[in-house]
């Protein structure tokens, strides 16, 4: 039996990254984009394709593949999806290529911001403890460009 041994951060680095901004619209339409997770609807700048492989939009343990724009494709298990407090959660099942942490797992939360008619949306990751400062600020850099995007299609409806 060959025994596998992962290279650790030498830097320490929290394994929490949370990024997050306000959207233009109301809360009940910001849901409605987020809840089914289909993407390229929302950033086809980012996002050129999703698909459910079991189960569907807006239902729990569905499993969707995500193909990104620049070739890469994350499948996901949605874990979380709560019409209550506005949020989906996710584990990433497998990515290509290859990503170099054992586990990740993500949360989107919206909140209405009410004197504005605006919301509120936070996106939280969460990494198994061998992800390195590069992943965790490759993942910060890519929610930032993900809100600019998603906030010029928004404003150009």
Same mark, same amino acid.
């Given at each position: ?6 290279? &650790?951060?030498?830097?320490? *680095? ?10 233009? =619209? ?21 996002? $050129? ?5 079991? &189960?569907?939009? &807006?239902?729990?343990?569905?499993? =969707? ?5 620049? &070739? ?7 874990? +979380?999806?709560? +019409? ?18 054992? $586990?990740?797992?993500?949360? =989107? ?6 004197? #504005?008619?605006?919301?509120?949306? #936070? ?12 992943? *965790? ?21």
């Amino acid at each position: 039996m060959v025994e596998l041994h992962r290279q &650790g951060s030498t830097v320490p *680095v929290s394994c929490h990254q949370v990024e997050s901004s306000v959207l233009p =619209i109301a809360l009940e339409k910001a849901w409605g984009l987020f809840k089914s997770l289909q993407l390229e609807k929302v950033v086809p700048g980012k996002v $050129s394709a999703t698909s459910f492989t079991s &189960g569907g939009p &807006g239902q729990l343990d569905s499993v =969707i593949e995500i193909t990104y724009t620049d &070739g890469a494709k994350w499948v996901l298990r949605i874990n +979380e999806l709560s +019409e209550l407090n506005h949020s989906v959660g996710y584990q990433v099942l497998t990515t290509e290529p290859s990503h170099s942490v054992t $586990s990740i797992l993500g949360q =989107i939360l919206l909140k209405s911001v009410s004197d #504005e008619g605006h919301t509120f949306v #936070e996106w939280i990751t969460d990494f198994s403890n061998d992800a390195d400062a590069t992943v *965790v600020t490759d993942q910060k850099y890519k929610k930032l460009e993900f809100f600019a995007e998603l906030k010029k299609n928004l404003s150009s409806q």
